[in-house]
């Protein structure tokens, strides 16, 4: 690899891009390592479905909704994705002399014909191939992180007819076991995507940083000057990452909210009207309740909306240090 800093905004341009493709291969990699982990996580999904069948009118509602969201979100990221890689072209068709869609060195001259075309398609194949198995990778992991969501509504929607039911027979020491056995699956599930997604979160949440704050930069110096060709590339890149990042920072913040409503659930139980040895069981279910379900990026930070906050005002620094020294 050889790195000039001659054209401090190509540099950032090409590392930017390099990061992103070398993350999707780090990504598979430790998909690969917790396999069994991952078989796990599609296991309890597997079960959960079977499980709706015999409460459809509590569940159906819910997961059709839960099942509508992820359809227009895995809509959302695939054209994003493509479209994004697709603009690579731009450059190259609006640039006055040959350049490459990928900065790359080949041991053949890539810039007569038609070897110049042959290497420019191969490329723009490779880029879209990457970023639709990347937005794809992503909408998984969102897949199991609102299912878990979804079990907690549903979770929380038969607590409030177990409330209901309560009233009239004035008992529900079963019912609340049960309860209480939904709640630990609910949190086993919930470790199995902390366990899973957590390191995957973690390269993603640095990855982000950078790519935002090299990007940033490539655009604050390419705007009105003669490589602008290159922000037809780049501005929907960096709209990606950034959608990419706020995306995997909204889950850890839509887990933890949905965990909380356990807690309000139980809390709304009429558990004043139950004898002890019933109101012990939603006693513990409130107390469990009260620690949050979190995704965390390599066990140090909670994934939340405070944490884009924090990966923005990080990017925004390192491209006014960047900025500084061009």
Same mark, same amino acid.
């Given at each position: 690899? *050889?790195?000039r800093t001659?054209?401090l ?11 992103s ?8 990699l430790?998909l690969?390592?917790h396999k069994g ?8 999904? %597997?079960?959960?479905?079977f ?14 909704e839960?099942?509508?969201?992820m359809?227009?979100i895995t809509?959302?990221? &695939?054209y994003?994705?493509s479209?994004?890689?697709?603009l690579f072209? &731009?450059p190259?068709?609006?640039a006055p002399?040959?350049?490459l869609v990928?900065k ?6 890539p810039? /007569? ?21 990347? #937005?794809?990778?992503?909408? /998984?992991?969102m897949?199991v992180?609102? *299912?878990a969501g #979804?079990?907690?509504?549903v979770?929380c929607?038969?607590?409030e007819? $177990? ?5 009239? =027979?004035?008992?529900?020491?079963? @019912? ?7 709640h630990?699956?609910?949190?086993? &599930? ?5 366990k899973f ?16 704050c090299?990007s ?5 110096t390419s705007v009105?000057t ?11 890149y960096y709209? =990606? /990452?950034?959608? @990419?990042? &706020?995306?995997?920072?909204?889950i850890g913040?839509? $887990? ?5 409503n356990i807690g309000? +659930?139980?809390? =709304?139980?009429?558990?004043?009207n ?6 012990r069981?939603? $006693?513990l279910?409130?107390i469990?309740?009260?620690r949050r $379900?979190?995704?965390? +990026? ?7 909306? @405070?944490?884009f ?5 990080a990017s925004? %620094?390192? /491209?006014?240090?960047? *900025?500084?020294?061009?």
């Amino acid at each position: 690899m *050889h790195i000039r800093t001659d054209d401090l905004a190509e540099l950032m341009d090409c590392i930017s891009i390099t990061m992103s493709n070398s993350l999707l291969f780090v990504k598979l990699l430790i998909l690969w390592f917790h396999k069994g982990t991952f078989w796990k996580i599609l296991n309890i999904m %597997s079960e959960d479905s079977f499980e709706r069948a015999s409460h459809p009118v509590i569940c159906d509602d819910i997961m059709n909704e839960n099942i509508g969201f992820m359809r227009r979100i895995t809509k959302i990221c &695939f054209y994003g994705y493509s479209i994004g890689a697709v603009l690579f072209i &731009f450059p190259v068709i609006f640039a006055p002399v040959r350049i490459l869609v990928l900065k790359m060195e080949l041991p053949f001259d890539p810039m /007569v014909s038609p070897v110049y075309e042959i290497v420019c398609t191969t490329q723009l194949i490779e880029e879209t191939a990457f970023a639709v198995t990347s #937005g794809m990778l992503n909408c /998984v992991i969102m897949t199991v992180i609102v *299912h878990a969501g #979804g079990q907690i509504d549903v979770m929380c929607r038969e607590m409030e007819a $177990l409330a209901e039911d309560a009233d009239k =027979n004035g008992t529900c020491l079963e @019912e609340l076991k049960s309860m209480i056995m939904k709640h630990e699956r609910i949190i086993l &599930f919930a470790g199995y995507i902390e366990k899973f997604f957590t390191y995957i979160a973690l390269l993603q949440f640095l990855s982000n940083t950078l790519s935002i704050c090299f990007s940033g930069f490539v655009i604050m110096t390419s705007v009105g000057t003669d490589s602008s060709a290159i922000l037809s590339k780049t501005i929907p890149y960096y709209l =990606n /990452v950034n959608i @990419e990042a &706020f995306i995997l920072c909204y889950i850890g913040e839509y $887990l933890s909210s949905k965990s909380i409503n356990i807690g309000v +659930a139980a809390y =709304n139980f009429a558990w004043y009207n139950l004898n002890p040895s019933e109101s012990r069981y939603l $006693l513990l279910l409130i107390i469990r309740a009260q620690r949050r $379900l979190t995704i965390t +990026a390599g066990k140090f930070l909670d994934l939340s909306l @405070e944490s884009f906050a924090s990966l923005l005002k990080a990017s925004a %620094s390192y /491209v006014s240090v960047l *900025h500084a020294m061009y």
